[in-house]
């Protein structure tokens, strides 16, 4: 199994820990989940191997969940899910899968425990990311 981070390019925090994963040694695959989207299927495994909840994954500071009334307590899952698919920003980010678990990697410090580190490891990024678009 490879290393997968799904990525914002746009977010410092999600920049953060891309940086952390390169220095690690590991070429990621890259998914700008933004330009791809989600299906059901991808997020509820996604979050059922980080041990999230829609709720708990759920961006709500700069994406649109209080125009859409997502906040609110009596939301259900279901909504906030069905949310998530028709609008991506919605997911916080970044989500990383290794061979060790999936993680939300915020803060970006929660990528390590994911990663294979050894202390000669040079940091290398000489042929940068592998980048993935449906």
Not at 82 to 108: D, F, Q, S, W
Request: with cysteine.
């Amino acid at each position: 199994m490879t290393t997968v981070i799904h990525h914002n390019p746009d977010c410092s925090k999600s920049r953060d820990v891309l940086a952390v994963i390169l220095a690690s040694g590991t070429e990621p695959i890259v998914i700008e989940y933004l330009d791809v989207g989600w299906t059901r299927p991808q997020l509820l495994a996604l979050f059922a191997a980080a041990d999230l909840t829609p709720r708990s994954a759920l961006r709500t500071k700069t994406a649109p969940a209080a125009e859409l009334g997502l906040l609110a307590a009596d939301v259900s899952d279901d909504t906030i899910l069905a949310a998530m698919i028709k609008y991506p920003a919605l997911v916080e980010r970044p989500i990383v899968c290794t061979p060790k678990g999936v993680a939300l990697c915020r803060p970006p410090e929660r990528v390590l425990p994911l990663l294979e580190i050894a202390s000669n490891n040079p940091v290398s990024n000489d042929a940068g990311p592998k980048m993935m678009r449906a």
